[in-house]
């Protein structure tokens, strides 16, 4: 990619668009710590376009923070990225999917999982999968921590459904796909009070 950077301007959530391949968990993950801009700052060690054509960046393995070296080849197809994209010419998006990929082997093997790993991966922090109706969830202590949301209890958006909208709740949401949880709040419509959830799509529209 021409003029391309690493980072270019902020680091925003709406940088992240997904491709043809099904690793929503990892995209929604990954946006939720886009809110956070020095985590993802922090994961790289090159930070810099460089004539080596050489970066690295860190993700924890099995309780070990591990170094992923990689160089800038991604595939290609229709002129531009065949999964992962950011938005504008930046790299960071494509090159931490690439070195998740990388960390388990292939692009194939995480093209579905749960939305807790890449959170605990990327972070080095505890996830725990809360079930909304379960007996044990907590709404005054549980819900602030919400990161992502999926409708089902595995991700699975396979490569072949990876952008298609075409099973999908009455209310809009797409089965068996991962989305950034943002907010939870009331909102007062005729007198009445509803409970509503901001998320947000990694196919960057609908």
């Excluded at 065949?82 to 960071?92: C, D």
């Excluded at 972070?123 to 044990?136: D, E, F, I, N, R």
């Excluded at 089902?152 to 991962?178: I, L, P, R």
């Excluded at 950034?180 to 990694?202: C, I, M, S, W």
Aim: proline share 4%.
């Amino acid at each position: 990619m021409p003029d391309a950077k690493i980072f270019e301007g902020k680091v925003e959530p709406n940088d992240i668009r997904q491709g043809s391949l099904g690793d929503c968990y990892f995209l929604a993950g990954l946006a939720a710590l886009a809110e956070r801009p020095d985590r993802i700052f922090n994961l790289f060690f090159t930070q810099e376009m460089n004539e080596a054509h050489y970066y690295s960046c860190k993700i924890l393995y099995k309780g070990k923070w591990m170094t992923v070296d990689m160089d800038e080849y991604v595939p290609w197809r229709y002129g531009k990225p065949a999964f992962t994209k950011a938005s504008e010419n930046e790299l960071w998006v494509v090159l931490l999917e690439k070195a998740w990929a990388k960390m388990y082997t292939s692009y194939r093997r995480i093209a579905a999982g749960y939305p807790e790993e890449p959170l605990h991966d990327l972070t080095g922090a505890p996830c725990k999968h809360l079930y909304m109706q379960h007996s044990s969830f907590d709404k005054e202590k549980d819900w602030q921590y919400l990161l992502v949301a999926s409708q089902k209890e595995f991700a699975m958006c396979s490569s072949s459904q990876a952008g298609s909208d075409t099973n999908k709740s009455y209310t809009g949401v797409v089965q068996g796909h991962a989305y950034t949880f943002l907010n939870a709040t009331y909102l007062k419509v005729d007198g009445e009070y509803h409970r509503v959830v901001q998320l947000r799509n990694p196919w960057g529209k609908g």
